[in-house]
């Protein structure tokens, strides 16, 4: 438990029964979704039954009547990245699901339109992994000398 928020650990097969319970309950609103990469920091805070994977998706859903946050964070293997779509309990989650996909190749089961949001469709490779090698883009900037 963080100062503010309940911090639970489901999953992958009870992510979604997890967050089902919740709204249930008046966790009316998902207000962020991401995935997280951790390959570079493996020694993450986690409760001990918890194995650590390489990647994570962490949500928070809140009571707005009883001001309240849960944030869930569900482990996903570098092997088989997928997890449940919250999509169907909050339809908000579509596109931060989308960025997720887009940015760490992380997939969501059931989602009713898992494609790039902020890459091009063409685009090869998750940008926000920790292996995507760093590219070079030339940038011209504003009031630059151009070429003579």
């Not at 990469?37 to 009547?65: I, K, M, Q, S």
């Not at 931060?96 to 992380?106: N, T």
């Amino acid at each position: 438990m963080t100062a503010d928020q309940e911090v639970l650990f489901p999953g992958r097969g009870e992510y979604h029964q997890v967050a089902a319970d919740h709204r249930r309950a008046g966790f009316a609103l998902l207000s962020d979704l991401c995935g997280v990469d951790y390959l570079t920091h493996p020694g993450r805070t986690l409760p001990a039954e918890v194995a650590p994977e390489r990647f994570e998706v962490a949500c928070v859903l809140v009571n707005l009547g009883e001001r309240r946050r849960v944030r869930l964070r569900v482990q996903v293997p570098e092997s088989d990245p997928v997890v449940p779509t919250l999509w169907d309990l909050y339809p908000g989650a579509e596109a931060l699901e989308r960025e997720a996909f887009d940015m760490f190749g992380i997939r969501f089961e059931d989602h009713p339109d898992l494609t790039r949001i902020l890459m091009p469709d063409e685009w090869e490779g998750h940008p926000l992994r920790k292996d995507y090698g760093v590219g070079r883009v030339p940038v011209q900037f504003k009031e630059a000398p151009g070429p003579r």
